[in-house]
C-alpha cells in the first residue's frame, strides 16, 4: 500500500497493531554502579584559594556572565513557547507549542498542528490493550526494530533509520518507551519523529511527534529542544 503522506495517525495505528500481533521479548537490564565516590579532606593542605585560582576566576567571571543570561533566557523562552494540554477523560498530560492548534481528526484523541505547516504535528492515540505494563510487549529495542521493519515495507520508504531509543519512568514508576528515527519518503520527503509509549489501566498511550527535516529547510536546534520537551512531557494522570 503507498503512503500518501505522512500522518500522526497512520504512525499510530501501526504502533496499536504491532502490540496486538508481537509477542514480548525478555526485560532490559539497565546496569548499575557500583563505583563510589569518595572525597577526603586535608586540614594539612594550604588554603585551596590561592593567588592561581583567584586569578582564574577573575578571568571566567565575565565568561559565566555572558554565557549565564543567555542560558536563563533560553528556558524562559521554551517555557512561554509551551503550554500544558491533559486529558482527564483519557487520562494523559503534554506539552504543546502554544502557537500550534488542536484540530479534531478521525482515531485520534488528540491532534495538535503547526499553522504554517499542517504536515508538523503532535499527536497522541488511546486504544485499550490486554498489556499490564509496556514491558509485557517487549523492550524497547524490540519496539523500535519492529516499527522499522514495518516502516521499510511501504512502497514509499526510500530509507528509515532508529536514531534514538530509550526508557525512562513516568508518574509512579510508569514504563515508558521513548523513539526517535528519520523516514525519507517519496511523500513528503525526510521527516523526523519522536514517540513515546506507556500502558496504564489495561489502555496503550502512544506520541507521535512528526516535522519535516529537508536539507532545504532543516529542523532547526530550538525547535528540536522544544519538540523534545514535549516528548519527555508525555505522561499518565491516573
Known amino acids: 500500500m503507498v503512503l500518501k503522506t505522512f500522518s500522526t495517525l497512520s504512525h499510530n495505528t501501526l504502533f496499536h497493531r504491532l502490540i496486538h500481533t508481537s509477542s514480548s521479548s525478555s526485560p532490559i537490564l539497565i546496569p548499575k554502579s557500583t563505583s563510589p565516590i569518595c572525597i577526603h579532606h586535608s586540614?594539612?593542605?594550604?588554603?585551596?584559594?590561592?593567588?592561581?585560582?583567584?586569578?582564574?576566576?577573575?578571568?571566567?567571571?565575565?565568561?559565566?556572565?555572558?554565557?549565564?543570561?543567555?542560558?536563563?533566557?533560553?528556558?524562559?523562552?521554551?517555557?512561554?513557547?509551551?503550554?500544558?494540554?491533559?486529558?482527564?477523560?483519557?487520562?494523559?498530560?503534554?506539552?504543546?507549542?502554544?502557537?500550534?492548534?488542536?484540530?479534531?481528526?478521525?482515531g485520534a484523541t488528540a491532534l495538535f498542528q503547526d499553522p504554517n505547516m499542517g504536515s508538523n504535528n503532535i499527536g497522541v492515540v488511546v486504544n485499550p490493550v490486554r498489556l499490564v505494563t509496556l514491558g509485557d510487549f517487549g523492550t524497547p529495542q524490540f519496539v523500535a526494530d519492529k516499527l522499522l521493519q514495518v516502516e521499510r515495507r511501504k512502497e514509499s520508504t526510500k530509507e528509515a533509520e532508529v536514531i534514538t531509543v530509550a526508557e525512562r519512568s513516568g508518574k509512579g514508576g510508569l514504563q515508558v518507551y521513548e523513539f526517535e528515527y528519520k523516514i525519507d519518503s517519496t511523500r513528503g520527503g525526510i521527516k523526523r519523529i519522536f514517540s513515546a509509549a506507556f500502558v496504564a489501566s489495561k489502555k496503550i498511550y502512544f506520541l507521535n511527534i512528526i516535522h519535516s527535516d529537508n536539507p532545504e529547510n532543516p529542523l532547526d536546534p530550538n525547535k528540536r529542544m522544544i519538540l523534545e520537551q514535549v516528548l519527555h512531557s508525555f505522561d499518565s494522570t491516573t
Open 43 to 106: 586540614h594539612k593542605h594550604t588554603p585551596s584559594f590561592t593567588k592561581r585560582k583567584l586569578n582564574l576566576s577573575l578571568l571566567l567571571t565575565p565568561f559565566i556572565w555572558t554565557v549565564l543570561p543567555n542560558a536563563l533566557l533560553l528556558a524562559q523562552e521554551l517555557t512561554t513557547e509551551l503550554q500544558r494540554y491533559t486529558d482527564s477523560k483519557e487520562g494523559f498530560t503534554l506539552l504543546t507549542p502554544s502557537s500550534w492548534t488542536k484540530v479534531d481528526k478521525a
